[in-house]
């Protein structure tokens, strides 16, 4: 991730009002693809549109890998539904490209997440195939070391270690990575001049937490803050963490930097709230979701700050119109993992309806063309999670980070 001043960072909630982008058959994205053979492999992913007057519709098989049941199952069903909401979107305007999306569990198990994968190659069959996930980063390592070796394209929505995209050309990333949360959250403490001794807990048998901590410490004494304790937990199971509650308040932080997921966060407040002990709290996207938590008293994260690509109590007309979708659906906010998943799905379609000749495309060639057209530095995606995203050579998005706060039991845009 670029580094990011904090005007940027304080600007970039503003989502873009822009109407979604489709496919064009006038010529200005793409051309039609010209019709397929009985018998031939390309007959498999296209298909007779009777809505649209005969035009040839070429099918994108989009293969989404993520938990659904187990410990994580929040973050995976969040991207599924996220998702979901897209394809529906997409396939709505009936345009030459439609996405089928099937969607496998990998319990966020590595081994589970490659036997899905084998799944969806069986499923697709010769059609051409897209991997959507995988939604954690283990089995996300996991699956691209595959779809590398058999180059099939892969978009993450939140899978954020360097490790899942390093030395792969055929993966990216639609969340942002972990050391730029790192670096991006130390930059808005300097500048916001919060927390004058800063704690910081966090998971170090977890790559995303240890990798987001790792670099925030070290940018947080590059810039001169003080980081007066560090202290660690080994597993997200944890239930009792007044050892590294009682190092920070020892050590005199008043901001405490929680760069962990929302469940064992929500114990942190309840217990720091029980031993009177009252900094600030600061985390990153992980810990999105915890105002839906069953049973979760709002109270508690009252003044937490946390940094995140979404904030679903945004007033532009395209978060508005998600929110509803998500809530009637599902009868909850939806969170920045739920935007990724939606906005993967329209990064996959949008570049789909650039690529000419997509309807004659093996996995192979269209992970290829795939891959030239996100790298190549003129193809760009409007979404929920942010405007204008672009991607490097090294498959992470470039796009601003948004800073909440808990005010009143709602995220509002700092």
Not at 117 to 130: C, E, G, I, Q, R
């Amino acid at each position: 991730m670029k580094k990011k001043n904090l005007a940027a960072l304080l600007m970039a909630g503003a989502m873009s009002l822009s109407l979604l982008a489709g496919c064009s058959s006038n010529g200005d994205q793409t051309s039609n693809p010209p019709a397929s053979d009985a018998g031939t492999q390309e007959s498999q992913a296209t298909e007779t549109d009777n809505q649209g007057g005969g035009t040839d519709v070429v099918t994108i098989k989009v293969g989404g890998i993520g938990p659904t049941t187990g410990d994580a199952a929040q973050y995976g069903t969040a991207t599924q539904w996220g998702a979901e909401i897209a394809v529906d979107e997409i396939n709505a305007q009936n345009g030459p490209i439609r996405l089928e999306l099937q969607y496998e569990d990998d319990t966020n198990s590595a081994d589970t997440a490659v036997s899905a994968y084998n799944s969806l190659k069986d499923w697709a069959k010769d059609a051409p195939l897209v991997i959507y996930g995988c939604t954690t980063t283990a089995p996300c390592v996991a699956v691209s070391t595959e779809t590398f070796a058999d180059r099939y394209f892969q978009l993450t929505p939140s899978a954020s270690s360097p490790e899942v995209t390093n030395g792969k050309d055929n993966v990216f990333q639609m969340c942002f990575t972990d050391p730029g949360q790192g670096t991006a959250a130390a930059e808005y403490l300097k500048s916001s001049g919060l927390g004058t001794k800063i704690g910081v807990i966090y998971n170090n048998g977890d790559p995303y937490s240890t990798g987001i901590a790792e670099a925030f410490i070290a940018h947080a004494k590059e810039l001169g803050l003080e980081v007066a304790a560090t202290s660690t937990y080994p597993e997200d199971t944890t239930t009792d963490y007044t050892v590294q509650l009682n190092a920070c308040k020892d050590a005199g932080a008043d901001l405490v930097f929680l760069p962990i997921y929302y469940t064992p966060a929500s114990l942190i407040l309840a217990q720091a709230k029980q031993m009177d002990y009252a900094p600030i709290f600061f985390g990153g996207d992980g810990m999105d979701g915890m105002l839906d938590m069953d049973g979760f008293d709002k109270s508690l994260a009252e003044g937490l700050l946390l940094m995140t690509p979404f904030n679903a109590s945004g007033t532009d007309e395209r978060t508005k119109k998600f929110v509803e979708t998500y809530q009637t659906g599902h009868g909850i906010l939806p969170n920045q993992f739920a935007a990724d998943g939606y906005d993967c799905m329209y990064a996959i379609y949008e570049a789909c309806c650039q690529i000419d000749g997509i309807a004659d495309m093996d996995h192979e060639q269209l992970c290829d063309a795939l891959s030239a057209l996100f790298t190549g530095g003129d193809f760009s995606v409007d979404g929920l999670t942010g405007s204008a995203m672009k991607w490097l050579t090294t498959g992470e998005v470039s796009k601003a980070p948004v800073v909440v706060k808990v005010e009143g039991g709602v995220y509002v845009t700092q």
